[in-house]
C-alpha cells in the first residue's frame, strides 16, 4: 500500500539519520519526493510518531524525536524479552533447513560488517532471528518485535559500525550451535546476551 510505502522510506531516513534528530518532516516535501499524495505520507507519520520516532504538534510542527536513551533501553530490554521467548518456544521445533538459514544469514552479516555496509548487516541479523520468530509462530510476539524495533535502530546502526560487531558473529556462531544441538537454554541465554548489548550500549556516556 502506498502508505506502507511512505512509512518505509522516512522510518528508514530517519533510522539512518539522513534526517537528522530535531529536523522538521513536512508531509509536501515527502509527498514529491516520494511521488505520492499526501494522505499516505500524513498516515506514515502518525504511525512514526506512534512508534515514537517522530513529535508532532498540530498544526504547529512534525519533527524527528532525539535519541532519548532510557526509551530506547526501555524498548530494547521489551524486544530482548520477545526474541528470548521466540528462541525458548522455537528450537524444539526447528529442521535442518532453518539451521541453514540462520549460517546464511550470518555469513552475510559478517560479510557486511567487515565491509562496513551496515544496511545489509542489519538485513541479515533481521533473517537470523527472524528464523525464530516466524519458526515460534507467535503472532503477538512477532507484532511486538516489530512495533518496537524502528525505536532501537538507530542505536542498532552505531553498534554495528563498531568492532563489537564481530562479538555479534561469534554470538551468532553459538546460537546457531546451540539451536543445531536442540539446546533451548543454551540458545535462549545466548539469545539474551545479543540482545542485552543494546541495552547495555544505551548506558555509554560517549553516546549522549
Request: aromatic share 4%; glycine share 6%; charged share 30%.
Amino acid at each position: 500500500m502506498l502508505r506502507d510505502m511512505a512509512y518505509e522510506a522516512i522510518r528508514d531516513a530517519i533510522v539512518r539519520e539522513d534526517i537528522a534528530p530535531g529536523s522538521s518532516v513536512r508531509n509536501a516535501e515527502f509527498a514529491e519526493r516520494l511521488g505520492l499524495s499526501r494522505a499516505p505520507v500524513r498516515e506514515a507519520l502518525a504511525r512514526l510518531a506512534d512508534e515514537g520516532l517522530v513529535e508532532t504538534k498540530p498544526q504547529s510542527y512534525t519533527r524527528v524525536t532525539p535519541l532519548v536513551l532510557h526509551e530506547v533501553r526501555d524498548a530494547a530490554g521489551v524486544v530482548r524479552a520477545m526474541h528470548e521467548l521466540a528462541a525458548r518456544m522455537a528450537v524444539p521445533l526447528l529442521v535442518g533447513d532453518d539451521i541453514a538459514a540462520m549460517r546464511r544469514a550470518n555469513g552475510r552479516f559478517a560479510a557486511a560488517t567487515q565491509g562496513g555496509d551496515i544496511d545489509a548487516a542489519l538485513r541479515a541479523d533481521d533473517e537470523l532471528h527472524g528464523v525464530l520468530v516466524r519458526v515460534c509462530g507467535n503472532r503477538a510476539l512477532a507484532a511486538t518485535i516489530e512495533r518496537y524495533t524502528p525505536l532501537i535502530r538507530r542505536l542498532e546502526r552505531r553498534q554495528f559500525s563498531r568492532a563489537r560487531a564481530r562479538r555479534s558473529v561469534e554470538r551468532h556462531d553459538q546460537l546457531i550451535a546451540a539451536c543445531a544441538a536442540g539446546d533451548v537454554e543454551v540458545a535462549t541465554r545466548v539469545t539474551a546476551q545479543i540482545w542485552r548489548t543494546l541495552e547495555e550500549l544505551a548506558e555509554e556516556p560517549y553516546i549522549r
